[in-house]
């Protein structure tokens, strides 16, 4: 008869390896169940693996135009609040001028009128977010437009030269009086229309025609910003000033008719082209939410595919994780009793 020998040192060994598969097991089966998802992907996947990780790239570049509509969506909606104030400021001035005309306001009321709707262009138009000016066009990093308000601004200074350079004097001064509608009619047509609606604009705007360029999806593009170059402003602008600069009981009751005449044609206009700007961004606005609606669809649908490759049953990790524990305690208690063997405690 063979007798055969077991040692105690080879069975704790061989319980001490198996403790630590079960130990690794352990870390692989809590990561499945916290994630729901394979712990190693490759493993699991085998060739199938690229697959997963074009998922993953499609996803977060669908997550990064989203995150860049939210800005230009933010950038937009100030935008619009801007327009509607200056539109609203216009009609205001409408409703002013078109009292002037009957001669039922003071000069000086119609000036004030005026000076606020200029000092609101330039709080509108110089507004920022994130650090970035809104109406600047992609010169995002200077502050758009000139304070006319300021005596010491190019956009003031050229106004008066010009003014002084046509008439002989400057606005204000007594000699107004004898100016003519058909000389300020001269003025308007031939010397301040150029510097709103023509080189001279440079004085009042810093901003670019070019307007922000955004990737609102993977195959579209959108104007996500409002320049203060636009018509619309340009006219409101002109319209505000010639009145705030020339508008005073030193001019001319033929003076001041020929201004307010102009003033109420540009203002008309200035609020329609603001209206429609207003609707065209309006667009913009909805063509970003419905782009984001879609992209959202996407990433779901990308999301759930992640999920039929790389999901795993939270119930039967559970059931895993508990019964690699159970095993471990097992093995901790035998290891406990095979140390507390001894032939001594034998004999």
Known sequence: MKVSFVSSQAISQAIR??????????????????????ADVGLALGARTGVSVSLYREIDRLKGITDTNQLAASRLDSTQIGMRQLRESASDLIATLTTAVSGASDPAIVKQQADQVLGQMTSVLNANLNGEHLFAGINTDVQPFNDFLDPTSPNRVAFDNAFTTHFGFPAGDPAAAAITEAEMNDFLDNVADPLFFGAGWADWSNATDQQITSRITLTETAQTSVSANIPGFRKLAMAAAIVSAAFDDSMSQAGRSAILARGLDLLGSAVNDLANQ??????????????????SMQIDIFTTSLLDLEGVDGYEASTKVTGLLAQIEISYSLTARMQQLSLLRYL
């Open 17 to 38: 390896y198996q403790m630590s598969r079960m130990q690794a097991d352990l870390v692989v089966a809590q990561k499945e169940v916290a994630t729901l998802r394979v």
């Open 278 to 295: 207003e609707g065209s961004t309006g667009i913009t606005q909805q063509r970003i939410e419905k782009a984001n609606e879609r992209m």
